[in-house]
């Protein structure tokens, strides 16, 4: 067991008994199983997106998750708002650039969060990831037309680019702050087959990072547990619907102990 391991079920035994307060503006789509995944895991999560309430909602976060998934330019407004008002008060700031790449809007939207608020970690595929560092670089809808190794190199440049960490996700998961880079094996092949587990593993980071300082070592942990829960639920899953139900009794479930045996976290 790797002290990697180690810091990520420490991690979640302080989740789970602080239940920071994660503030999510996230899409429609996915907002009510968002928050049962942070309910599951022992967070307390808030879903807020009126701009005349977002910062004074953040000032109170352990973390604020922003995922574009259902984009507006008033959305847009109301996230930079709430993250101005983490940036101001160190709260961190998690973004999920849903589908960037995909169309002109979502690519200067996620850019401009990141100009314009202190983003400490951006979590999304490979060509989501790629997106924000090459204009050429196109996805299909919100799926990744690229693999996770095809983004790394990317990947460490825009972290030191952008001095934040960024996770990419995939088969194997890949954590870098421009200068480490952790690779994270848990996960199951039905996690891609519902809709939101990725949006879910962003708001997991969320909860991670409002108990960890440290962003790289945080979003790898919560990637692990994020992971191997999907694996748990995958023993009992017939198909996507029990699987996604066994997904949240599996976040629920999973000890502290459990993380540490299970979480597969590896320095490159």
Not at 27 to 40: E, K
Request: glycine letters at 8%; a negative charge.
């Amino acid at each position: 067991m790797s002290n990697l391991a180690h810091q990520a079920a420490a991690n979640l035994e302080v989740v789970r008994t602080t239940k920071p307060l994660i503030h999510n503006i996230t899409n429609f789509v996915v907002m009510n199983f968002t928050a049962n995944t942070l309910l599951a895991m022992g967070a307390s999560p808030v879903m807020a997106h009126a701009e005349n309430e977002v910062a004074d909602m953040t000032s109170f976060a352990g973390a604020l998750v922003l995922n574009i998934g259902t984009l507006t330019d008033e959305w847009v407004s109301s996230m930079i708002t709430a993250g101005q008002a983490a940036t101001k008060r160190n709260i961190p700031i998690i973004l999920d650039p849903v589908g960037s790449g995909a169309t002109p809007l979502r690519t200067r939207s996620a850019k401009r969060i990141i100009d314009e608020t202190g983003v400490s970690v951006i979590r999304g595929n490979a060509s989501e990831i790629l997106s924000l560092s090459d204009a050429n670089s196109l996805t299909k809808g919100v799926d990744a037309l690229h693999s996770v190794d095809e983004a790394e190199k990317a990947a460490v440049i825009l972290a030191r680019e952008l001095d934040t960490t960024l996770a990419i996700t995939g088969p194997v998961d890949l954590v870098t702050d421009g200068n480490t880079i952790l690779r994270i094996t848990n996960g199951h092949e039905l996690l891609p087959s519902v809709t939101g587990t990725g949006c879910a593993a962003t708001a997991t980071i969320g909860a991670f990072t409002a108990v960890n300082t440290d962003p790289l070592t945080a979003t790898a942990a919560a990637l692990a547990f994020f992971g191997l829960a999907g694996e748990k639920a995958a023993e009992s899953a017939s198909g996507p619907g029990s699987f996604m139900v066994a997904l949240l009794d599996a976040l629920y479930s999973i000890s502290p102990e459990d993380l540490l045996n299970g979480a597969r976290i590896e320095k490159v």
